[in-house]
C-alpha cells in the first residue's frame, strides 16, 4: 500500500488505542518491540509485563499478576488488536502475533511517548540518546554500535532487546553500566556458533528482573549472577548456555529454564553442593530442567509452588521416587521426563497424580501399564518411546486426554489398531504420529471410538508407507 493509505489506516486504527484505558496502553505498545511477524510466546510476554510492573496487583500474589495479565491479553485480542497464534491444550493463548500495521502504529506512538525506540529511530539529539527507556535492535549491529557508543552509561535504560545475527553485544557489555536495567532479551538468529565471554558486569544488574538468551550462544553465565536479588526469569533453555553456580540469593524466583544443550549446566535446592544451584523455594514455579543426579524426594514437598518440572537423564532411582511418592504436591501442573541415553528397569507409576495435565515422556521409559498415566492427563507426548498394544490400550481408556503426539518412536508391532469397545480416546481431539518406526497401518474401524477426534498428524519416515483407514484417511492434514 502507498504511504498515503498507509497513514489514513494508522489513524483509523489509533482510535482503537484511544479507546484503551490507561492500563492497557503500555501493554499493547509492549507489542512493537519485537521485530514485524514475530510470533511472541504468551509465557515470555506476561513475564515481561509482571518485571516492568506493568502488572500491578496490592496482594503480592503472583497466580493474580498472571491472571491480569491474561485477562489484559484477552481483552487485547477481542479488540482485534492482537491475533492468536496458537492456543494450549486448554484453550488459553500460548502465542500470538501483531499485525504489521498496528505494529507500526505501536512504533510511532512509543517513540512519541519515549515508551520504546528502535534501532531507526533513537538517534539524532544527543539528550534523546541519554533519555531513551527502552530500545530494540531488530537486525542492524551497526546501529546497536553506534548506540552504545553514544551512550556508554545507558543509566535510564530500563529494558534492552536485540534480535541480532552475531553475539558482538557482549563485548559491548563488558564496558557498560545497565545498573538500572530491568528486562534484557538476546535473540541470535544464525549459525554463528562460537563460545562467548559473557562478562562479569552482569553481576551488577542488580534491577534485573527478566533475562532470556536464545538461539547460537555457547558460554556460561558468571557466577556472581547468584548475587541478583530481583531476579524473577531467567530463561536459557534454547541457547547452549551453562548456569552458573553458587548459592542463589533471589527470593523472586519463579521461572528457572536452563538449557538441556548446554555440556554440565546442573542445578539443585541442595545448598549442601557447593558447584550446583541453590534455589529459593517459596516462589518457585516452573523448574525445567534439572539434572537427575540432584533429584531428591523431598524435592516436590519443598517446592510448595511448583507448577511445572523438568527432569534431565532420568535414572531407575528418580522414576522409584516418583512412583512411590505420597503425599503428592497440589501445585504440579506439567512434568517432562528425558531419558534418552540410559535404558531403565523401573516402571514408572503417575497414578497418584491427579493435577498433572500435561506430561511428556521421552526415551526407553517403562510403563506400569495398569497405572502408568495422571488420571486427569489432557496432553500427552511420547518421544522415542517403545509403544505396543498395551500401551495404546491404555491411552484409549485414559477419560480426559485431548491431545497425545508420539514422535520418533518405536512401534512393536505393524499395526496400530485404535478402535474400542465404544469407550475409545472420548475425549481425544489431536493426534500426531511422526516418524514411526515399524509402523505400516493405523486403523479404527468402528464409528464410537474417538468420537471427538479433529485432527491428525501422521509424517512419514522416507522408507515408509503407512496406511489409513477411511476415517482416519479423513481427518488427515
Same mark, same amino acid.
Given at each position: 500500500?502507498?504511504?498515503?493509505?498507509?497513514?489514513?489506516?494508522?489513524?483509523?486504527?489509533?482510535?482503537?488505542?484511544?479507546?484503551?484505558?490507561?492500563?492497557?496502553?503500555?501493554?499493547?505498545?509492549?507489542?512493537?518491540?519485537?521485530?514485524?511477524?514475530?510470533?511472541?510466546?504468551?509465557?515470555?510476554?506476561?513475564?515481561?509485563?509482571?518485571?516492568?510492573?506493568?502488572?500491578?496487583?496490592?496482594?503480592?500474589?503472583?497466580?493474580?499478576?498472571?491472571?491480569?495479565?491474561?485477562?489484559?491479553?484477552?481483552?487485547?485480542?477481542?479488540?482485534?488488536?492482537?491475533?492468536?497464534?496458537?492456543?494450549?491444550?486448554?484453550?488459553?493463548?500460548?502465542?500470538?502475533?501483531?499485525?504489521?500495521?498496528?505494529?507500526?502504529?505501536?512504533?510511532?506512538?512509543?517513540?512519541?511517548?519515549?515508551?520504546?525506540?528502535?534501532?531507526?529511530?533513537?538517534?539524532?539529539?544527543?539528550?534523546?540518546?541519554?533519555?531513551?527507556?527502552?530500545?530494540?535492535?531488530?537486525?542492524? @549491529? @551497526?546501529?546497536?554500535?553506534?548506540?552504545?557508543?553514544?551512550?556508554?552509561?545507558?543509566?535510564?535504560?530500563?529494558?534492552?532487546?536485540?534480535?541480532?545475527?552475531?553475539?558482538?553485544?557482549?563485548?559491548?557489555?563488558?564496558?557498560?553500566?545497565?545498573?538500572?536495567?530491568?528486562?534484557?532479551?538476546?535473540?541470535?538468529?544464525?549459525?554463528?556458533?562460537?563460545?562467548?565471554?559473557?562478562?562479569?558486569?552482569?553481576?551488577?544488574?542488580?534491577?534485573?528482573?527478566?533475562?532470556?538468551?536464545?538461539?547460537?550462544?555457547?558460554?556460561?553465565?558468571?557466577?556472581?549472577?547468584?548475587?541478583?536479588?530481583?531476579?524473577?526469569?531467567?530463561?536459557?533453555?534454547?541457547?547452549?548456555?551453562?548456569?552458573?553456580?553458587?548459592?542463589?540469593?533471589?527470593?523472586?524466583?519463579?521461572?528457572?529454564?536452563?538449557?538441556?544443550?548446554?555440556?554440565?549446566?546442573?542445578?539443585?535446592?541442595?545448598?549442601?553442593?557447593?558447584?550446583?544451584?541453590?534455589?529459593?523455594?517459596?516462589?518457585?514455579?516452573?523448574?525445567?530442567?534439572?539434572?537427575?543426579?540432584?533429584?531428591?524426594?523431598?524435592?516436590?514437598?519443598?517446592?510448595?509452588?511448583?507448577?511445572?518440572?523438568?527432569?534431565? @537423564?532420568?535414572?531407575?532411582?528418580?522414576?522409584?521416587?516418583?512412583?512411590?511418592?505420597?503425599?503428592?504436591?497440589?501445585?504440579?501442573?506439567?512434568?517432562?521426563?528425558?531419558?534418552?541415553?540410559?535404558?531403565?528397569?523401573?516402571?514408572?507409576?503417575?497414578?497418584?497424580?491427579?493435577?498433572?495435565?500435561?506430561?511428556?515422556?521421552?526415551?526407553?521409559?517403562?510403563?506400569?501399564?495398569?497405572?502408568?498415566?495422571?488420571? @486427569?492427563?489432557?496432553?500427552?507426548?511420547?518421544?522415542?518411546?517403545?509403544?505396543?498394544?498395551?500401551?495404546?490400550?491404555?491411552?484409549?481408556?485414559?477419560?480426559?486426554?485431548?491431545?497425545?503426539?508420539?514422535?520418533?518412536?518405536?512401534?512393536?508391532?505393524?499395526?496400530?489398531?485404535?478402535?474400542?469397545?465404544?469407550?475409545?480416546?472420548?475425549?481425544?481431539?489431536?493426534?500426531?504420529?511422526?516418524?514411526?518406526?515399524?509402523?505400516?497401518?493405523?486403523?479404527?474401524?468402528?464409528?464410537?471410538?474417538?468420537?471427538?477426534?479433529?485432527?491428525?498428524?501422521?509424517?512419514?519416515?522416507?522408507?515408509?508407507?503407512?496406511?489409513?483407514?477411511?476415517?482416519?484417511?479423513?481427518?488427515?492434514?
Amino acid at each position: 500500500m502507498s504511504h498515503k493509505v498507509q497513514d489514513g489506516c494508522a489513524k483509523v486504527l489509533a482510535l482503537s488505542y484511544n479507546d484503551l484505558s490507561i492500563a492497557l496502553r503500555p501493554c499493547f505498545l509492549y507489542f512493537g518491540i519485537f521485530p514485524e511477524d514475530h510470533e511472541i510466546r504468551v509465557f515470555d510476554l506476561t513475564n515481561m509485563w509482571i518485571a516492568e510492573k506493568l502488572i500491578v496487583v496490592n496482594s503480592g500474589n503472583g497466580r493474580e499478576a498472571e491472571s491480569l495479565a491474561e485477562d489484559i491479553l484477552n481483552d487485547l485480542v477481542s479488540r482485534n488488536l492482537i491475533q492468536v497464534a496458537k492456543r494450549t491444550y486448554d484453550g488459553r493463548i500460548s502465542s500470538c502475533h501483531i499485525h504489521d500495521l498496528l505494529h507500526s502504529l505501536c512504533v510511532d506512538l512509543a517513540k512519541e511517548s519515549n515508551f520504546f525506540h528502535t534501532e531507526h529511530n533513537a538517534f539524532g539529539d544527543p539528550g534523546n540518546v541519554a533519555r531513551v527507556r527502552r530500545i530494540t535492535f531488530y537486525s542492524d @549491529n @551497526n546501529a546497536m554500535n553506534e548506540f552504545f557508543r553514544l551512550n556508554p552509561k545507558p543509566t535510564k535504560l530500563r529494558a534492552l532487546f536485540c534480535f541480532i545475527n552475531d553475539s558482538c553485544l557482549f563485548s559491548h557489555m563488558a564496558h557498560l553500566n545497565f545498573k538500572l536495567l530491568q528486562v534484557l532479551v538476546v535473540v541470535i538468529f544464525v549459525d554463528d556458533f562460537g563460545e562467548v565471554s559473557i562478562p562479569n558486569t552482569f553481576g551488577n544488574m542488580s534491577c534485573l528482573r527478566y533475562l532470556r538468551f536464545e538461539g547460537f550462544i555457547d558460554g556460561k553465565l558468571p557466577n556472581c549472577m547468584v548475587k541478583l536479588k530481583h531476579l524473577e526469569t531467567l530463561d536459557i533453555r534454547n541457547s547452549f548456555i551453562e548456569h552458573p553456580t553458587g548459592v542463589w540469593k533471589s527470593t523472586q524466583l519463579k521461572h528457572f529454564l536452563g538449557s538441556h544443550k548446554a555440556s554440565s549446566s546442573c542445578f539443585s535446592i541442595s545448598s549442601f553442593s557447593p558447584n550446583v544451584y541453590s534455589l529459593p523455594r517459596n516462589n518457585l514455579q516452573t523448574l525445567v530442567w534439572m539434572k537427575d543426579k540432584y533429584f531428591e524426594p523431598r524435592l516436590l514437598h519443598q517446592l510448595i509452588n511448583l507448577r511445572k518440572l523438568g527432569i534431565l @537423564n532420568v535414572s531407575d532411582s528418580t522414576v522409584k521416587i516418583l512412583s512411590a511418592l505420597s503425599p503428592v504436591p497440589t501445585t504440579l501442573e506439567v512434568l517432562k521426563l528425558s531419558s534418552i541415553f540410559s535404558e531403565l528397569r523401573e516402571q514408572i507409576n503417575l497414578s497418584s497424580y491427579p493435577n498433572i495435565v500435561k506430561l511428556q515422556l521421552k526415551g526407553r521409559i517403562p510403563l506400569n501399564v495398569s497405572e502408568a498415566f495422571p488420571p @486427569n492427563l489432557v496432553k500427552l507426548t511420547l518421544v522415542r518411546f517403545m509403544v505396543d498394544g498395551h500401551v495404546v490400550a491404555v491411552l484409549k481408556k485414559l477419560p480426559k486426554l485431548r491431545i497425545l503426539k508420539m514422535n520418533r518412536f518405536n512401534h512393536m508391532e505393524e499395526k496400530m489398531d485404535l478402535s474400542g469397545d465404544g469407550d475409545s480416546f472420548p475425549q481425544l481431539e489431536v493426534l500426531h504420529i511422526k516418524y514411526a518406526q515399524e509402523l505400516s497401518e493405523v486403523t479404527c474401524t468402528d464409528d464410537v471410538s474417538m468420537p471427538k477426534l479433529k485432527q491428525l498428524l501422521l509424517i512419514e519416515r522416507t522408507d515408509s508407507n503407512v496406511r489409513l483407514s477411511e476415517k482416519l484417511a479423513k481427518l488427515r492434514i
